[in-house]
């Protein structure tokens, strides 16, 4: 407690999004927050908490190369309160996967960490290496063009058991879909029940 009120007076908190001093890290200051836009209606089994516009992509990108990992307890209480119904009877919570080489370089996964953020509150295990990602893709923007570079791109990480499972996929953000579902379609050839999906954040007009 004394160590983080000596760094909050030597080095204030800030809002991620707009840089305003704020009481505490891991936070939002109370104009962004309301600039949120909330997702009240789902699919069934998928839920996103919000829409991916400025506001929330200036958090992804803080939590993802930001080194703000302090954000991803934020993010998914946004995103436990958004997938109740998603995590309700789950097995098991996993994470989209990083190539080996991207992760080297980033030096974490943001996905996994709130997928052990949102385990810690709803008490769903989490299981970050169930799959692996076997293939490094680039970055594209169209549906087809990510349909095309995540194929084949996944597997069962080594000595997995997923048969019978309820698995919820956690992502920060879902775009297209074609990374989710490339990633559910492995998880069922290999025998799991059901594939659920919980992000934080989706863009508007896509999966």
Same mark, same amino acid.
């Given at each position: 407690m004394l160590l983080d009120t000596l760094l909050n007076a030597f080095f204030p908190p800030t809002c991620p999004v707009c840089a305003k001093r704020i009481e505490s890290p891991g936070a939002l200051c109370a104009e962004c927050f309301s600039r949120l836009q909330f997702i009240h209606a789902h699919q069934p089994g998928k839920a996103s908490a919000v829409v991916y516009d400025e506001v929330s992509k200036q958090l992804i990108l803080a939590l993802k190369y930001g080194d703000k990992t302090e954000l991803a307890p934020l993010l998914a209480r946004m995103m436990v309160n958004a997938g109740g119904s998603v995590l309700d009877g789950a097995d098991l919570l996993t994470c989209v996967p990083l190539h080996w080489t991207r992760l080297l370089v980033r030096k974490y996964n943001q996905a996994a960490?709130?997928? +052990? +953020?949102?385990?810690? $509150?709803?008490?769903?295990?989490?299981h970050p290496r169930v799959l692996k990602r076997i293939k490094a893709?680039?970055?594209? &923007?169209?549906?087809?063009?990510? $349909?095309?570079?995540?194929?084949? +791109?996944? +597997?069962?990480?080594y000595g997995r058991n997923v048969k019978g499972?309820?698995?919820?996929? $956690?992502?920060?953000?879902?775009?297209? &879909?074609?990374?989710?579902?490339?990633c559910a379609r492995v998880l069922l050839k290999n025998g799991a029940k059901e594939i659920r999906l919980l992000t934080f954040a989706k863009a508007v007009g896509k999966n």
């Amino acid at each position: 407690m004394l160590l983080d009120t000596l760094l909050n007076a030597f080095f204030p908190p800030t809002c991620p999004v707009c840089a305003k001093r704020i009481e505490s890290p891991g936070a939002l200051c109370a104009e962004c927050f309301s600039r949120l836009q909330f997702i009240h209606a789902h699919q069934p089994g998928k839920a996103s908490a919000v829409v991916y516009d400025e506001v929330s992509k200036q958090l992804i990108l803080a939590l993802k190369y930001g080194d703000k990992t302090e954000l991803a307890p934020l993010l998914a209480r946004m995103m436990v309160n958004a997938g109740g119904s998603v995590l309700d009877g789950a097995d098991l919570l996993t994470c989209v996967p990083l190539h080996w080489t991207r992760l080297l370089v980033r030096k974490y996964n943001q996905a996994a960490l709130l997928a +052990a +953020a949102v385990s810690k $509150i709803c008490a769903v295990p989490s299981h970050p290496r169930v799959l692996k990602r076997i293939k490094a893709t680039p970055k594209q &923007g169209t549906r087809r063009e990510r $349909i095309e570079n995540v194929k084949q +791109a996944f +597997a069962l990480d080594y000595g997995r058991n997923v048969k019978g499972k309820t698995i919820v996929l $956690i992502d920060d953000v879902v775009t297209t &879909g074609a990374t989710a579902d490339s990633c559910a379609r492995v998880l069922l050839k290999n025998g799991a029940k059901e594939i659920r999906l919980l992000t934080f954040a989706k863009a508007v007009g896509k999966n």
